[in-house]
């Protein structure tokens, strides 16, 4: 009651939670970058969307982060914007020394994310089979190992990223065809470019619109496309230093002081 809005972010918090927080708040607004009303199978899951809704229908405000999400809260908010998951690239403009004996590959993400990775990693070897000098930089909190690929598996923290990201080749964004990953806003993706390497993405929701607006990279349809388009980076220079251009011209479409700004104006012209 002491302030003059609540940002509920993400978090589908039970409805007599939400009542009171509704009975308290002077103006609350509902901000979520994931499909949250869907299990991880990308089906609707019938308890998270009712919370999804009810809250949807009781906020002030709702921020979307991509437009798939959006549609969905828009049939119970009208007040829905779109505000683009962003970052401070400022953290990413690290220099380091990248190892020249390798043309790293990196992936970031999660553990439930780390199926998509273990998905694609028989296409990387494939790949190592026939360039020799691949390594897969593997951030996050999986351990992974391969006999026919070098892996780097490197413990996740905020500090840590900024240097294993800025010390690849290439950044990896693979995903299902599913609701939930079209329910991704991209993240990964942005945090490759914003380190400026260029980026080989499953051809899936925002991962795939960005891409193709910025041509910051290429886009996997089937199997063998991983191995061709690693293949393509690692031996067209002139063609790799367009997309890592590309892809740092794009990070700044993004940075958090320009959406900041978005969102500021949108809090004062519809709240």
């Known amino acids: ?36 009303f869907l299990d991880s ?3 609707i899951s019938s308890h998270k969307f009712k919370n999804f809704s009810y809250i949807c229908c009781n906020s002030d405000l709702i921020f979307a982060g991509n437009n798939f999400l959006k549609e ?6 009208k007040k829905t914007f779109l505000i683009p998951t962003c970052l401070d690239i400022s953290k990413y403009k ?15 993400g999660s553990k439930s994310t780390s199926k998509y990775l273990i ?21 996050s909190n ?3 190992k391969s006999e026919f690929i070098p892996i780097k598996n490197i413990i996740w923290t905020e500090q840590s990223q900024y240097k294993e990201l800025n010390s690849a080749k290439v950044g990896l964004a ?13 993240f990964k993706v942005l945090q490759y470019a914003a380190t400026g390497i260029p980026i080989i993405s499953s051809n899936i929701g925002v991962n795939s619109i960005l891409i193709k607006e910025f041509e910051a990279g290429l886009l996997a349809e089937k199997e ?28 700044k479409m993004f940075d958090i002081n320009a959406n900041y700004k978005k969102m500021k104006k949108i809090i004062k012209d519809d709240l």
């Open 1 to 36: 009651p002491f302030f003059d809005v609540i940002f509920l972010q993400r978090k589908l918090v039970p409805r007599i939670f939400y009542k009171i927080l509704r009975i308290i708040s002077k103006k609350i607004i509902y901000d979520f970058d994931d499909a949250v």
């Open 41 to 43: 199978d990308g089906k």
């Open 72 to 77: 969905y809260a828009e049939k119970f908010n």
């Open 94 to 108: 690290l220099t380091v020394k990248k190892d020249k004996n390798f043309f790293d590959l990196v992936w970031i």
């Open 119 to 139: 998905q694609i990693l028989p296409l990387l070897e494939s790949a190592n089979k026939k360039l020799k000098d691949l390594r897969l930089i593997n951030i």
């Open 142 to 144: 999986v351990n992974i």
């Open 174 to 186: 693979p995903l299902d065809n599913s609701n939930w990953s079209k329910g991704k806003c991209a």
């Open 224 to 251: 063998n496309d991983w191995i061709k388009h690693i293949k393509k980076l690692r031996s067209k220079q002139n063609l790799y230093k367009i997309y890592k251009k590309n892809a740092e011209e794009m990070s």
